[in-house]
């Protein structure tokens, strides 16, 4: 699966090489949350920063994406992504918990839960799948986890389902954890300069809990 991937990305990259030079980028950017809600999971406790860092040329994106919060908890992910014209995205996350042995990649202690991610957007509907490939003790990752997400992007407002197991819920069995509306908008602090603020309610029937989040991007 990963070479498939990998093969994907690479042609793709030379039919575009062919056909004119992609425009590179780095990209930095922070997002500020009242909590940090992963796939309708409550991580770490209160406000978190969220910073990011990516390379960006054509379709072909590399970073590492961070949350961190005044508790303690620390995530910091690097990630590769390939998008295609026609609305596909595939790639790979590393999730990493800063704190544990980086270079520990054994079964029983590994540091370590590589994820392999697909995506398709049209429109307003947007698609994801996503397939933890390995176990890795030190994150307590037990290799095989799925997660699927179904959302749809109204002209106010946003909703969103999905069902995952392993990580996703208390027993490990597949079930619905994440149902959500969202609304986001842009905060006028001057005449040249708005912060986009988003809010979301998210329900994980799983786990019976109900969350209230608000962030906004720096």
Same mark, same amino acid.
């Given at each position: 699966?990963?070479?498939?991937?990998?093969?994907?990305?690479?042609?793709?990259?030379?039919?575009?090489?062919?056909?004119?030079?992609?425009?590179?980028?780095?990209?930095?950017?922070?997002?500020?949350?009242?909590?940090?809600?992963?796939?309708?999971?409550?991580?770490?406790?209160?406000?978190?920063?969220?910073?990011?860092?990516?390379?960006?040329?054509?379709?072909?994106?590399?970073?590492?994406?961070?949350?961190?919060?005044?508790?303690?908890?620390?995530?910091?992910?690097?990630?590769?992504?390939?998008?295609?014209?026609?609305?596909?995205?595939?790639?790979?996350?590393?999730?990493?918990?800063?704190?544990?042995?980086?270079?520990?990649? !054994?079964? &029983?202690? +590994?540091?370590?839960? /590589?994820?392999?991610?697909?995506? $398709?957007?049209?429109?307003?509907?947007? %698609?994801? =799948?996503?397939?933890?490939?390995?176990?890795?003790?030190?994150? !307590?990752? &037990?290799? +095989?986890?799925?997660? /699927?997400?179904?959302?749809?992007? $109204?002209?106010?407002?946003?909703?969103? %389902?999905? =069902?995952?197991?392993?990580?996703?819920?208390?027993?490990?069995?597949?079930?619905?954890?994440?149902?959500?509306?969202?609304?986001?908008?842009?905060?006028?602090?001057?005449?040249?300069?708005?912060?986009?603020?988003?809010?979301?309610?998210?329900?994980?029937?799983?786990?019976?809990?109900?969350?209230?989040?608000?962030?906004?991007?720096?």
């Amino acid at each position: 699966m990963i070479a498939m991937v990998a093969i994907m990305i690479v042609s793709s990259t030379r039919i575009n090489a062919q056909d004119e030079a992609p425009k590179s980028s780095f990209e930095v950017g922070a997002d500020v949350y009242t909590n940090y809600i992963w796939r309708g999971t409550k991580l770490g406790t209160g406000p978190a920063l969220q910073p990011s860092v990516k390379f960006v040329t054509g379709g072909l994106t590399l970073g590492v994406w961070g949350s961190f919060d005044a508790n303690g908890f620390m995530e910091t992910d690097p990630y590769i992504s390939y998008s295609f014209p026609f609305g596909l995205s595939l790639g790979m996350t590393d999730y990493y918990l800063p704190g544990l042995q980086f270079f520990e990649v !054994s079964d &029983t202690a +590994g540091s370590h839960a /590589f994820e392999l991610n697909a995506g $398709f957007t049209k429109g307003g509907l947007s %698609l994801s =799948a996503n397939y933890i490939l390995n176990e890795a003790g030190g994150i !307590s990752s &037990t290799g +095989g986890d799925m997660y /699927f997400q179904a959302g749809y992007t $109204f002209k106010i407002f946003s909703i969103f %389902l999905g =069902a995952g197991d392993g990580w996703h819920t208390s027993d490990g069995d597949f079930a619905v954890c994440n149902i959500g509306i969202g609304a986001t908008k842009e905060i006028k602090i001057t005449d040249t300069f708005s912060i986009p603020v988003n809010g979301q309610v998210i329900l994980n029937p799983e786990k019976e809990q109900l969350y209230v989040v608000v962030g906004f991007s720096l």
